[in-house]
């Protein structure tokens, strides 16, 4: 008993001892301590990192393997999976849906890159002169604000304007003189009408980006320019536009990786029609995981589009430049 | 296929499963059990749960029902989903007829076969409505508890104004009457979807379908090309019909539609009655019901199927016993049944609960005409609907290359009928 | 600034207030159509104000959908994953600013690469994993597994790239253990790095949709843009109290944003114009 007592004493003292030095370890031999204190700069950063690490292990990299394990399978409903190799990629490549999902994404993609973004330059551009500070700032949030909301939200909006009777956006164009537009009623206007959404999203936030760019370019180069007697246009094409690149890379970056992921506008406005004219890649996996029970095949799909986006992902980069750290 | 699942298990945290067992285990809990219902309908929800006090006097209160209502597609997927994982299922789950296919794709099928809990009870219910939709190679697996004859329903005031007598017997003088009643009006006969495909009915009705017993594809058959075609001929030859706003039958703008009168006739089963009486409740007493016009050739059926729910009970259960047991009291019950139809204006399927005064009402909405008379004449009639796990993939096939093309009039028919067999073909294949 | 001629700042100021109109249109059309009666919004002619001003839609949702528990579970869950996330990315982005380390780079790209990944491909192993794991239907099931994003990373790295090397050496001289340095010396100086990740972390939890979808099974538990999509019923959709539903729950969002509008676009532009 009074051992028991004592132990618990130097238990405590322990803990004051601790509280009151520098926090490092609990109970400590004199070794430890100083092992410690010797590798803690070099240990200390995977440590700091780790905790991303093992979520990313656990819920990102885990999952994706799993995934590429079972595409090799016809992982086809319950029961049995047998393997089958290859046989889910090449059902893939002989898929008229498939290529269909490929071409709708990829077309949304182009009018990402091709339409959207030097939209978003544009008005960059307008904010940059449009006179006064305080314009600058209102303007900012107000093109700012169509990118905060959520996707099923969004998607609900637009429900109500796309309408072909009793849409918003109908209302204001018969009276000059357009006729009704199916928008996502029709397979001819549906892909163009989840472009105009996504445009609508997104146009003002990439503004934004590169309103910062521009913002942040150092006059000097530009005077020195028009010094050595270049005028508006040179000197926007010749010095400008190549001093953005980081900007339009990452741009560009961000419009190829959100275009191949779109998934939510087009599932609840559409649902992948009319005729499959708005099937994005990730739908046609999701219908083909859930709705046909195709885990197997799904999978498939979904590597199919990973190697699709880093293929575009590493052409981007080498167009624009390499990512550098500072 | 759990290789993964089985690592993971070995990660798990070591906190003990809640008792969940596997089919074999017909042992009763002595303890407290709590079974997880989950189903997609509000209205369904509201059912079940009223039906529980009811359920524990009779069975026992050491079992509670937890009721859950879970948007319809991802019910469906996270019910298949747990089902792979081999936890995470509820107990029972309402399954969407449209959506039950998936579930008898594999090798295996994740839900109990209740043939034999079922009996003799089997006589007593409708077949066709109740179970043959829920099973696959002769297993049932679930129970639908809604008699979803279809009927045709018309607005008899407008049909006298124009001089138009009913009820109509013929698909022909049913056209005939459209051109009829346009020319004198100048308002739509009938409404008619192009996103959608909603007359999966007209096909069953008109011996045809999307498969058949033995599971082959079956909707370009003569009855399948026929039906579309007359479809399409409403809209755009015979000018009958426009398309549903909102291109299918249960989107809002249609109802405004059929609330404003701009079309007068119309297709469905007892639960599009509710939606009718829901969204268009200024139209009570102008309407009445009537059985589906024939061919004159004599071909067709008065009525079909169309839509409904059934109550499945899944292998991850933790006690099979007290599912089948909450199941068979909520659907083979007289009391439950009828408070079903009462609160959600669904037929039963469970004949004996035929016989209740109540069934024998007069519904004011279709001009105090009795619907139990109409239904009860022609479900025996009704043609069966047979399921496959290919269901979903065909009829998505189906919509999309036939329904879609064909109402928008981009393409003929025959060609989007072969496009679409070669699709199906292809899905049946793979 | 260059010198442009006065009617061509209006020209152009002209066509921008067209596009602000363009983007706030919708948002007003959607609220304004909360306050419609269901008939009214498929009705001819278009208006965008109410007739008659409609409280119906508020009342079905508040009685007949648990939303103000769909409100509460989204802030809960939405200031956990904030806190966490925060945590962990400042941690990290500390780490690779400040740190040489081997394999960092390896390590770096790891995390860049992850950005490219879509969520769509995880969705079934994902929920094979939380079923099996018992983290269906828990809070850590909805807050842990994506608390911590790459581009959060990326971004607080890009911030505490310009601490001061000499404020670590100084501090590691007095005898401070490395998390300490970064607790009390690095994070108090980090405030605007600190206030642009919680935002976007909260918006980006608070707008989830698809996670919390997979993870959670019971009504109860809903957040509310899960909630509000539930409402999409297959054979109903009482559109007015769902379009109410949807714009209670960006609303605070849109408050949030009107009071941190610098601190909401900094964060972004941040990202932007330090990281390529």
Known sequence: MAETRFLHETWFLDLLYMQVSQPVTATATVQRVGWWSRHQRKAAPYIFVAPFFVLFAAFSLFPIVYSLYISFFNATGLGNWKFIGLQNYASLLADPRFWQSVKVTTLYALGSVFILTPLAFLIALAFHASATRHLVSFYRAAYFIPSITSAVVVSLMFVMIFDQDYGLLNAVLRPLGFPNIPWIRSADWALFSIMLLGIWIWTGVNALYFLAGLQNLPGEVLEAAQIDGANRRQAFLHVTLPMLRPVVLFVVSQAIIGSYSLFAQPWLLTKGGPEDATLTMTMYLYINGFSYFKLGYASAIGYALVLVVGVLSFVNFRLFGMFRED | MTVGAGVLAACAPAVAPSGQTTTGDAAPAAAATELTLWCFASNRAQWYTSLIPAFQESYGSNVTIKVEELPNEEMHNKIQTALVAGTGAPDMGDINIDLFGRFVKGDKVGFIPVNDLLGDDIQNLYERSALLPWSWQGQYYGIGNELNACLMYYRWDELEAAGITAPINTWEDYVAAGKQYVEATGKKWAAVPDLWWNYWYMFAAYDGGVFDTEGNVIFDNEAGKTVMQMLRDWVYTDEIAMLAPGGMIWAQPYYGAMAAGNFVTCFGAPWYQGFMKQNAPDLEGKWRMQPFPLWSSGAGAQTATHGGTGTCITEQTKDADAAWAFIKFCNLNNESVLQGFEMMNLFPTWKPAWEDERMRFEDPYFDNQKPAEFITAVAPEMPPLNNSPYWPEVTDAFNRLVVTPVMQDKQSVDDAMAAARAEADRIMQG | ?276
Request: net charge positive.
């Open chain 3, 1 to 276: 600034m260059q010198v442009r001629r006065l009617p061509e700042i209006i020209m152009i100021n002209v066509l921008l207030l067209l596009g602000v109109v363009i983007a706030v249109v919708p948002y007003v059309f959607m609220i304004t159509s909360t306050l419609k009666p269901n008939a009214e919004l498929y009705s001819l002619p278009v208006r965008i104000l109410p007739q008659t001003l409609n409280w119906e839609n508020y009342r079905v949702l508040f009685s007949e959908y648990p939303f103000l528990l769909w409100f509460w579970n989204t802030v809960v869950l939405s200031i956990g994953r904030t806190v966490i996330g925060v945590l962990l990315s400042m941690l990290a982005g500390f780490a690779f600013a400040k740190y040489d380390f081997r394999y960092k780079r390896l390590l770096f790209t790891l995390v860049l690469i992850s950005i490219l990944l879509p969520f769509q491909i995880m969705l079934v192993p994902l929920f094979i994993q939380m079923a099996v794991m018992q983290w269906l239907n828990t809070y850590q099931g909805v807050i842990l597994p994506f608390a911590v994003s790459a581009f959060l990373i990326f971004l607080a790295r890009q911030y505490m790239l310009s601490v001061p090397d000499e404020l670590l050496d100084a501090a590691r001289i007095d005898g401070a253990g490395e998390f300490s340095i970064f607790w009390r010396v690095v994070l108090p100086t980090q405030k605007p790095a600190l206030a642009v990740i919680s935002i976007l972390t909260f918006t980006g939890a608070w707008n989830d949709y698809l996670w919390p979808l997979i993870v959670l099974q019971e009504t109860e538990k809903f957040v509310v843009n899960v909630g509000v999509a539930s409402m999409l019923g297959p054979y109903r959709i009482p559109l007015g109290a769902v379009l109410a539903g949807s714009f209670l729950s960006t609303l605070p969002i849109l408050i949030f944003f009107f009071f941190m509008q610098r601190q909401f676009i900094a964060g972004l532009t941040e990202g932007a114009v330090k990281g390529s």
